[in-house]
């Protein structure tokens, strides 16, 4: 199973420019996460969808937005990079959200933003 | 949102030994579960023991246990017999209870285990 399966794994952007980091998933689970994981700050949650058609803001929102296009796919959207958003980003899924399902994560994309 | 607080950024072991890495938390909800993820130089997260708020038995998964103290909020894992692939930084879990609807969880900001050959 490819279980979550994150696009690009590397990617380089100019300050100002837009891209959308692409996640899905196969597991059929109802709740998708994205994080960002910053040297010493562990991860921290940007937006979430506790089921398809729902999303709803985490901890650091502020530059972003998500789409969750079906069960399966779930993006996250940055429309004018900023340097503070050099960062690694995990997309991940859980079978239901409430906090009492484990979350799979995919591998990760590094985004550097010059 | 709620807090995570693993207290300790860096551990060493060496191999064959016991490490116990720590964790403490503040949500306020009275049933729900606690993690403890892995994270190896690969950037993979892996889950390496759960923890159900309600069980008075601490869980267990081959090497890998866990102390839970639920009145102190605490839940430590120890890990016997390191090895050498254990080396990893290893992240605590509990559900933000902060966040409207379902609660997600919250992570600790980790603890970087070295093991010594």
């Known amino acids: 199973n490819a279980g979550v399966t994150q696009t690009p794994k590397f990617q380089v952007l100019k300050t100002g420019q837009s891209m959308t980091l692409q996640c899905a998933q196969d597991m059929n689970h109802n709740s998708m996460y994205w994080y960002r994981q910053d040297p010493g700050m562990g991860l921290r949650l940007i937006y979430y969808?506790?089921?398809?058609?729902?999303?709803d803001k985490g901890e650091v929102p502020n530059g972003y937005n998500v789409s969750r296009l079906n069960k399966r796919e779930f993006s996250l959207r940055l429309e004018s990079a900023a340097p503070s958003q050099t960062s690694v980003y995990f997309c991940?899924?859980?079978?239901?959200?409430?906090?009492?399902?484990?979350?799979?994560f995919g591998d990760g994309t590094r985004l550097s933003i010059l | 949102a709620q807090t995570v607080t693993q207290s300790q950024p860096e551990m060493s072991v060496q191999e064959a030994e016991t490490v116990t890495l720590s964790c403490t938390y503040d949500t306020s909800e009275s049933d729900y579960y606690l993690f403890w993820y892995k994270q190896p130089p690969s950037r993979q997260m892996i889950l390496v023991i759960r923890q159900e708020a309600y069980k008075q038995q601490n869980a267990t998964e081959n090497r890998f246990s866990v102390n839970f103290q639920k009145a102190a909020k605490s839940f430590s894992l120890k890990i016997s017999d390191s090895q050498l692939g254990d080396a990893a930084m290893y992240f605590c879990?509990?559900?933000?209870?902060?966040?409207?609807?379902?609660?997600?969880?919250?992570f600790g900001k980790g603890t970087r285990l070295s093991v010594i050959a």
């Open positions: 969808s506790a089921s398809e058609g729902t999303t």
């Open positions: 991940a899924s859980s079978e239901v959200g409430g906090g009492n399902q484990p979350q799979h």
């Open positions: 879990a509990s559900p933000d209870t902060c966040l409207a609807g379902n609660t997600p969880l919250v």
